[in-house]
Structures are given as C-alpha cells and as structure tokens.
C-alpha cells in the first residue's frame, strides 16, 4: 500500500504540473492576443490653465536651426547653453496608487527601500555619480538628462559650467503625498499584454486626475516640473501600452510615467522616466511651437522601438547595486542640426548609427 500510494503521489503531481503548464500557456496564449497592444509614448495636447493656475514660468531658452533654407525655432527648459550657466529645476515626484475595481492595487510606495519610488529617488535620473564618457569625450559626472543635454550642445558647452539639473536645491527631489485613485471599472481594469498581470487605466481619466490633484495643491506651480509614477500600470488610448507622457495646462508643464517592475518589459524601472524627461527638457509645453521638418521635439520616440541587444532603445546602468535601464534619447542633429552641434557629430546619446534625418511624418 505505502509504494501504490507513493506511486499514486507521483502520478498526482505530474499530473497537476502538467496541468499548471498547460494553463499557463493557455494564459500566455490568451496574453498574447489581448488586442491592440503597442508599446509606446505619448504626448498629450496642451489644455488651458486650470482656474487660479499660480504665477510663474519655468527657467527656458530659445534657438533655432536652419535646415534647407528653412529656419526652425525651439523653445528648451535650463539655460542657454552659450551662457554657460547652470540652472537647478525643481522637480517634484507624486506616487500614485491604483486601486481598481476588483480590490487590487498597484502601489509606488510598496517594498519601502526597494519600491518603485525609492528606486526612482536613487537612480541615475537624480543622482550625480555616474561619469558619462561617450565615445571618449566624458560629458561629465552628472544626471543622465544633463548629460544627455550637454552632449546635444557640446559644441557650446565644453569646458563651460552649463548643466541642467533636475531635483530642486542641490537636486534634492520633493515628494508630495501620494495621491489614491479609485479606478471605476469603465476606465479601468486588470490585463496581460506581456504575459503577466498589470493595471491598465484609460488616459484620459488619469489624465483628469491628476490634472485635479496639481489644481489643488498650492506648492504646484508653473516654475517646476511635477512628476507622477505609478507601478506596474499601463495608460490606455484605444488599446495598450503607454509607458509616459508629457502635457501642459497653461503654463503647468509636467508628466507620468510607469515604473514596471518586471524584468526585460517596456517601461522597465526608470526607462520610461528617461524618455520622457528628456522630451520635457526639449519641448516643455507641447504647444507646437518647436518645430523640426518632422514634428516637433520628442526625443525620444524614435528609439523607444529598440534595437539588437537594447530592449525598448536601453542601456544598462547600475547604481547603488541596481541595475536601471535608461533610454537612449536623440540628438538635435537627428532633426537637421548642423552634425557639428553634438558630441563626436553623433545622432544620439548612445550612439545609435543613423544615416540620415528625421522623416516627414515619422
């Protein structure tokens, strides 16, 4: 009886894996056909200024390019990288805690030291002490962005004092209470895109949201850039996956992104905080007034589709004993700048080998 029942034991338990394989591939099947699922960013059209929107206006400068005869003025946040100077950004993070209908929630704030926020604070978004060295000319240690933005203007700011930093004072990062959404069930749900299981809102509700939540607070103001993160959610438009965004109301710039905890996916850690901080950093209001042949600046897009070897256009870089994943951003060149503006004439940050310019219509 003790070898039959130990037999039958065996014979149960290949029997329930067997069955815990097949539903899982029955699942990842069903994942794979949720429909509409495109990995991407978004900008959000500039809306008017809420009612009683503060006085003030965000640290900016104007240049331009010429591009076959034509002239393309651009407005970007910091100080002109002529100048030399260095300006300190203000930057504001707000946790955001998804509770949708079904009771499950998806929290910023979970895992205390190693939650999404906490990670996000340490990164190389924030902190100053990564040396980049690009292709043998060392941009400085600094933040990822003022990196980024340094090797776009080298040509006017090598040897210079010129950074954009983002935190506040000496970059310490604020971080305003954490703002609660109750997700009714027609805005949002539980979904799969990838194989596994996040939040998926509609854009336009959160948009809302927060849209509220920086009307209401009176620290807010147009000389900042708030931030929003949530963990492990996709926004949705018509179908998934939007990784961030920019906007403006008035003069309040400011933007999301989704912290993915999941290794290797879209939106992985900080990636989609890289792409659309530096898109903030080039086209702050969204208002189309930095035009390029192609659109106006998102610097982004054009490497958040990846390439062999960098999932979603990143690069690895560890910090603090974690590996962040930050996305490679385009240069000014990739719009038509003189080749000669940007460190080593290179089209990216991470060197992305380009042949020619932007695209009309891309």
């Known amino acids: 009886m003790k070898n039959r029942f130990a037999g039958l034991c065996q014979l149960l338990a290949l029997t329930l894996v067997a069955c815990f394989c097949l539903s899982a591939l029955a699942v990842a099947a069903d994942h794979a056909t949720e429909p509409n699922v495109r990995p991407r960013y978004v900008v959000l059209p500039p809306k008017p200024a809420s009612p009683n929107q503060p006085a003030g206006n965000l640290e900016t400068w104007n240049g331009s390019f010429t591009y ?26 707000i946790p ?57 203007f080298w040509s006017l700011v090598q040897g210079s004092n010129y950074h954009i930093l983002l935190g506040g004072p000496s970059s310490h990062i604020s971080v305003l209470p954490e703002l609660t959404l109750n997700v009714p069930s027609a805005d949002g749900h539980e979904g799969a895109p990838f194989g596994f299981t996040v939040a998926e809102v509609d854009i336009n509700y959160f948009d809302g949201q927060i849209s509220n939540y920086m009307a209401q607070n009176a620290s807010i103001n147009p000389t900042l850039f708030p ?53 903030w950093i080039d086209d702050p209001l969204t208002n189309g007034g930095n035009g390029t042949p192609c659109g106006i600046l998102e610097v982004g897009d054009p490497l ?4 062999n070897g960098h999932p979603y256009g990143t690069w690895p870089y ?10 490679d951003l385009v ?8 080749a ?15 042949t020619q310019i932007c695209q009309q219509g891309s």
Not at 70 to 88: D, L, Q, R
Not at 318 to 327: E, I, N, P, R, S
């Open 68 to 93: 076959n005869g034509t002239n393309y003025p651009y407005v970007m946040v910091g100080a002109n990288p002529s100048s030399g100077n260095a300006a300190e950004i203000t930057n504001y993070i």
């Open 96 to 152: 955001v805690k998804i509770v949708l209908s079904n009771g499950d929630v998806y929290d910023p704030l979970a895992g205390g030291t190693t939650s999404p926020l906490s990670r996000t604070i340490l990164s190389p978004i924030f902190d100053h002490t990564t040396d980049y060295n690009q292709g043998g000319t060392d941009l400085g240690t600094t933040q990822y962005e003022d990196a980024f933005q340094r090797g776009n």
């Open 227 to 279: 931030m929003f993160i949530v963990a492990n959610t996709y926004l949705t438009e018509g179908g998934c996956c939007i990784g961030g965004y920019h906007s403006a109301n008035g003069q309040q710039s400011y933007g999301m992104f989704d912290y993915d905890t999941h290794p290797g996916v879209f939106s992985q850690d900080v990636s989609a905080l890289s792409h659309e901080d530096g898109e």
């Open 304 to 307: 958040e589709g990846g390439s």
């Open 318 to 327: 560890v910090l603090h004993g974690f590996t962040y994943h930050l996305q």
């Open 331 to 338: 240069w000014l060149r990739y719009f038509g700048a003189p």
């Open 340 to 354: 000669n503006t940007s460190a080593n004439s290179w089209w990216t940050f991470q060197n992305y080998p380009y």
